[in-house]
């Protein structure tokens, strides 16, 4: 098959991507979860303010620099703010057909990439989150050094060193992937080495000079040092740790099927190295070795990128990569009757598990927001009309502590540098810093989420229990502001609070 054929089939597998991405998840109403710090962080780089300097982020910036530019260009509509996740998860599948088309034929790389494409079409994932980003650029950059080193071309290992570096700026710890990479780029000549070294200069400079032209660097690097020394501890999770949420009507082995699911992220790196080196022992070909130990190193340093958040979730953002390795290992092991076999069952599931993904949309009722008419999976609308009756657009708001997506959906705006509070992993540096905020510029509402200690420990399990009280916030806000709403939320009560005013 010609290069120009598979690319255009590359290009129609990256279309309907992008195409069935985009309806299942780009205008869903989900206020829980990390992603209102990004899209409240969009929100407030629009309005002339920057990451570090005016607001408190625990990673890398460019994510907020992307939510920003698009937050200003639509007006901070929703469907356009998911667009960068959409064309992450989009590319995904697409680098999974190229990968594969470089060692199969063309049906099978997209047998593996739709397989793939069923797998990561997940609601609750589907949202703006800085690893969607630093996951696309990184397999980006994994794409480039293959055909860099087929090629030999250092324009493309400087290309690889350009796009790695723009994935360590949305995830630091991407940062682990450049040792792979810069070996592999080294076995082609010091030339080639120095090409990509220098693409990662470019990135890091140019954006290392950004944020010290708007007085950022030296607050981004004393926020990556707090990151360091806190966010460990409360956020460490074993290896694979998988949420299958609640489903009190299922059987002990539904339950158990649901987990096993989840659990692919976490599984398919292992298989693919372990599988590639009981290959490589017990068979006599090892044509390819110069490609796959450098993809296979790469595999193992996307994977050690999770840590130590390393749930399932996370390690779905890097899984691309380990599922070629794994559906090539396939390719080797297997006859061409039975790959004709197993691809049938695999693609027959995928299908089965993507359809009803794509009709579900079809029975979301439309519901109006001040970021856009967005479609309702559940009770999100409820919620945030019985927030809309207190707060106006415009009207200052702490949310408080773990509840960022507030500001952006109210269009409310917060007097605080913090967007969230973590319990358990916030200081009380950080604490007293946040009360000092309100007390200098007192918001008129509170929207508390009132979080019982066992929710936070099932979110962030290695919580030290003496930081949850977050006892000076607590007090400041019972002194100064009185609850008029209560409203029922997942794990616990959303209470609306006022200002009371002072006395004369």
């Known amino acids: 098959m010609t290069n120009v054929r598979k690319a255009r089939i590359g290009a129609a597998i990256f279309l309907l991507s992008f195409v069935c991405l985009y309806w299942i998840a780009a205008d869903i109403l989900e206020i829980a979860g990390d992603e209102g710090m990004y899209l409240e962080g969009g929100r407030r780089i629009a309005m002339g303010q920057q990451p570090y300097r005016d607001f408190f982020v625990l990673t890398g910036p460019l994510t907020f620099w992307i939510q920003g530019v698009l937050a200003h260009l639509s007006a901070m509509k929703l469907a356009i703010m998911r667009l960068p996740v959409i064309l992450d998860a989009a590319f995904l599948a697409w680098a999974v057909y190229w990968l594969a088309s470089r060692y199969t034929g063309s ?34 950059a994994i794409v480039t050094a293959l055909a860099a080193h087929r090629s030999g071309r250092r324009e493309l290992w400087a290309a690889c060193g350009i796009l790695l570096a723009a994935a360590a700026w949305a995830t630091p710890s991407m940062a682990i992937v450049a040792l792979p990479l810069l070996a592999w780029s080294g076995r082609k000549g010091m030339g080639c080495a120095a090409a990509f070294l220098a693409g990662g200069a470019i990135t890091s400079g140019a954006a290392g000079l950004y944020l010290h032209w708007h007085g950022a660097l030296l607050p981004m690097i004393e926020s990556l040092r707090w990151t360091g020394a806190n966010y460990t501890a409360p956020n460490r999770v074993p290896y694979g740790s998988v949420w299958a949420g609640a489903m009190p009507d299922a059987a002990a082995w539904q339950y158990a099927v649901a987990s096993g699911i989840l659990m692919v992220p976490a599984v398919l790196p292992l298989a693919a190295i372990f599988g590639w080196m009981w290959l490589w022992r017990t068979r006599e070909k090892r044509g390819d070795i110069a490609e796959m130990v450098p993809l296979l190193g790469a595999a193992a340093a996307l ?55 794509l009709v579900a949309p079809w029975n979301y009722p439309p519901q109006e927001t001040r970021v856009g008419t967005l479609r309702d999976p559940g009770n999100q609308g409820e919620i945030l009309d019985g927030l809309e009756r207190w707060v106006s657009p415009g009207d200052t708001l702490f949310s408080f502590p773990y509840l960022p997506s507030a500001y952006y959906f109210l269009d409310a705006r917060n007097p605080s540098r913090y967007t969230f509070l973590q319990p358990g992993m916030m200081t009380s540096e950080d604490e007293r810093r946040a009360v000092a905020d309100l007390q200098l510029a007192p918001p008129r509402w509170v929207v508390y989420e009132n979080f019982p200690p066992d929710a936070v420990f099932r979110i962030w399990p290695g919580t030290d229990p003496a930081r949850i009280p977050m006892t000076a916030m607590n007090e400041y806000l019972s002194a100064h502001y009185r609850q008029v709403d209560s409203i029922a939320w997942e794990t616990a009560r959303l209470v609306v609070m006022e200002r009371v005013p002072a006395a004369h």
Not at 334 to 355: E, K, M, N
Request: glycine letters at 6%; proline letters at 3%; hydrophobic letters at 50%.
């Open 107 to 140: 049906a099978y790389a997209a047998g593996a990439a739709f397989s793939f494409l069923a797998y990561e079409s997940r609601i609750r994932i589907l949202k703006v989150n800085h690893r969607w980003d630093s996951g696309a650029l990184a397999t980006a």
């Open 303 to 357: 994977t050690l990128t999770g840590w130590p958040r390393w749930t399932s979730d996370t390690l779905l953002h890097t899984m691309a990569l380990s599922w070629f390795l794994c559906a090539l290992l396939l390719y080797r092991l297997t006859t061409p009757r039975q790959r004709f076999w197993w691809c049938g069952v695999v693609l027959v599931v995928s299908a089965g598990s993507l359809l009803p993904k």
